[in-house]
């Protein structure tokens, strides 16, 4: 459940691309996981981006998928893998 202030098109782009990488940063495996380096490089571009957008009137309120460094931190988890991790996470966040 999201606050209807950040229900509109352009921050749900920001909230996917950040559940990204909280999904990587849950890696079982060290290796899957992004250095801390590539997570704070990629939430700088989200938090530039989502500025951008915000103060850019002529923008179309949507971020686009040019994100420069962002494909450093891509999942490269096969279906069952990401089904599970969906799973983890979901129990991580009913458990709270």
Known sequence: M???EILDGSNMEVIEKLAIVAVQCLSRRGDDRPTMKEVAESLQMLWRLQMQ????PESDGHMHDNYGGWPSVVLHLDENEMAN????TS???LSE
């Open 53 to 56: 957008a915000i103060c850019d």
């Open 2 to 4: 999201l606050d209807s």
């Open 85 to 88: 991790q969906s799973m983890e």
């Open 91 to 93: 129990k991580l966040v």
